[in-house]
């Protein structure tokens, strides 16, 4: 094994070229000021006081995390069911529902949100449809609704796929197990099949929180312009504004939310009494 050691470094690399170093510079760019010199820093706390001191940043704030929060509610209330019903029949039928929403994903995520615009406009497809029954017409785009709808739609195949590999690798010996006792089906699913499903369901948690939270183009494109999530902050203070140290400033508060949330979530997942262990 030590002839394939070395295949590590280009690896090692890699990460230090495209996760480290960038990492660095924004830690740098959030505890200083603007016009640094290369040999000389002023070191500062005003970027992060900057934002959390605003009403205006803090309101962002809190509607990023209510709309990616609502986001993974409804991915985890759609998605379980679809992944129930997928794991339930049999293996063929199952591969051929997993490609069906996988497919997708195989789009850039820019360009299938490009094609939501197009469907929720005030003449679009969604509102043609409703007028051939005669409801509607409804405004849908650049709402409330069409970016939570726009985010559903993206990110709820994490979901749907974490929870069929959870489901998909359960014991189904245990369903009989728990019939043979006398528990009915509702009793062994809030018994068996639940407790054991939870570690895909946080899984998917993760997945779909974590991007909900920082998107930008979804609430650029479906919410229009003057729907501001923290995502779309941050793009503007780096590509609008010019002050990279406030959006690196930004970015690490985000990072610091982003890794309380992963850490609540590992806590739940290897908690006995949470996910049925300790029953």
């Known amino acids: ?20 170093v960038p990492m660095f510079m924004i830690l740098l760019y959030a505890f200083t000021t603007a016009g640094n010199e290369v040999t000389t820093f002023r070191f500062t706390l005003d970027n992060f006081s900057r934002f959390l001191t ?13 709309i990616a929060i609502a986001t993974t509610v409804i991915c985890v209330l759609l998605g379980y069911p679809i992944a129930y019903a997928i794991a339930k029949g049999n293996e ?3 591969f051929f529902w997993v490609m069906l929403i996988t497919l997708p994903t195989w789009i850039n995520m820019l360009v299938r949100t490009y094609a939501w615009v197009g469907i929720l406009q005030d003449d679009g497809l969604l509102n043609s449809i409703l007028g051939l029954v005669g409801i509607g017409p409804f405004h849908m785009i650049h709402t409330t ?4 709808l726009g985010m559903v739609y993206n990110f709820i195949p994490f979901m749907i796929l974490q929870i069929h590999s959870s489901l998909a690798k359960m014991d ?3 369903i009989e197990a728990a019939n043979d006792l006398g528990a009915n089906p509702v009793q062994s699913f809030l018994k068996v099949t639940l407790p054991l499903s939870l570690p895909g369901v946080l899984s998917g948690i993760t997945l779909v929180f974590l991007p909900a939270v920082s998107s930008f183009f979804i609430p650029k494109l479906l919410g229009g312009g003057q729907y501001v ?12 504004s ?10 690490l508060i985000m990072a610091v939310i982003i890794m309380i949330s992963m850490w609540l979530t590992r806590k739940v997942d290897t908690d006995p009494a949470a996910n049925g262990k300790g029953a």
């Open 1 to 20: 094994m030590k002839q394939f050691r070395n295949m590590i470094y280009p690896y090692v690399g890699w990460l230090l070229v495209m996760v480290v």
């Open 54 to 66: 605003d009403k205006v940043f803090i309101d962002v704030l809190k509607r990023s995390m209510i």
């Open 92 to 94: 063929k039928s199952g």
């Open 145 to 148: 609704f069409a970016v939570v």
């Open 172 to 174: 189904r010996s245990l």
């Open 229 to 240: 999530l923290v995502g779309n902050v941050i793009e503007t203070q780096f590509l609008t």
């Open 242 to 251: 010019g002050d990279w140290n406030f959006g690196a400033a930004i970015s």
